[in-house]
């Protein structure tokens, strides 16, 4: 009997069904952060050319990224396939699985390319945790042409919708003056107090926040020594945000300080976006909000 479209594409996945699962443990077992997936990229673009597709390596001038492609219809479907870990705890965030369902996606849509007259395109994408790898390969043109662009993402539950935030992500530098801490402490200035300051501050704005904003942040750089005032600190807050709706009635703005010794906190670096999923079990998603830029960043 002849296969539907569907049921090849089924045959295709069950068929490649434990290289996927092997693919997926490996990339588990070797986490490798933003911009350094050699061995996860390497895999999945080894994968998909045994399969047939046309491998492209580095492109976007990001050695681990890749474009891999196969069928030549009007249609382009782009299907990612994040690869990165998280610092310290891996690949929490399942991009193992993310990578091994994308190469899946790519062998089953080539299987049935002809019959639905499409071009399918696994795109490698790297540094999705910190870094913005899409935003890079959208800046350099790689998602040109592609007419729909989707990937997957692990979940306690199957869902066919999964809505998403912005992040924007700064660093803050605090300036003080430097003291010994023991003898002459009033004669400091201390900038990893200002972050105290600051950490409180978005404390007690989270009351106030609308439903979906989140905040989060860390210290970066706190001082050199317990028995020295420091003179500089850094933190890197990264708020998840809303959308354009909300930009005109919203923002964060810093105050100067008082005293003319210290300094407003810089913010430095490029302002990077990139998608974060929000998903709650037995509810349907809501959709995601517009973005909310940080002013002065």
């Excluded at 790297?126 to 042409?145: C, H, N, R, S, T």
């Excluded at 900038?191 to 007690?204: E, F, K, N, P, S």
């Excluded at 009635?249 to 300080?257: A, D, E, F, I, K």
Aim: include cysteine; charge should be negative; glycine fraction near 12%.
């Amino acid at each position: 009997m002849t296969m539907t479209i569907k049921q090849a594409a089924r045959s295709e996945v069950e068929g490649a069904a434990d290289a996927l699962v092997d693919l997926s443990h490996r990339i588990w077992d070797h986490p490798e952060l933003a911009f350094e997936e050699e061995r996860a990229s390497a895999w999945s673009a080894e994968a998909l050319a045994d399969a047939g597709f046309s491998v492209e390596t580095g492109v976007a001038d990001l050695p681990t990224a890749f474009v891999a492609e196969a069928g030549s219809g009007p249609l382009v479907i782009g299907i990612c396939a994040e690869l990165d870990a998280l610092p310290g705890i891996g690949h929490a965030c399942g991009h193992n699985m993310i990578a091994a369902a994308g190469v899946g996606a790519g062998l089953a849509l080539a299987r049935v390319a002809d019959d639905l007259g499409i071009t399918v395109r696994v795109l490698g994408t790297p540094a999705e945790e910190l870094g913005g790898g899409k935003i890079l390969m959208v800046e350099q043109g790689v998602f040109d042409g592609i007419h729909l662009a989707m990937m997957v993402h692990p979940a306690p539950v199957e869902g066919d919708a999964f809505p998403t935030l912005a992040i924007s992500q700064c660093d803050f530098h605090y300036h003080g003056k430097t003291a010994h801490a023991s003898l002459a402490p009033n004669l400091g200035i201390n900038a990893a107090d200002a972050i105290t300051v600051a950490q409180v501050g978005v404390g007690l704005l989270r009351q106030h926040l609308e439903v979906g904003d989140q905040v989060h942040g860390i210290v970066t750089r706190g001082g050199e020594a317990a028995n020295i005032v420091p003179s500089s600190a850094a933190s890197k807050p990264g708020p998840p945000q809303p959308g354009p709706a909300s930009t005109s009635s919203r923002s964060v703005r810093r105050t100067p300080n008082s005293t003319t010794t210290t300094r407003s906190p810089t913010c430095t670096g490029p302002t990077r976006r990139r998608s974060v999923g929000r998903w709650a079990p037995g509810r349907r998603p809501r959709p995601h909000r517009p973005t909310w830029p940080i002013s002065a960043c």
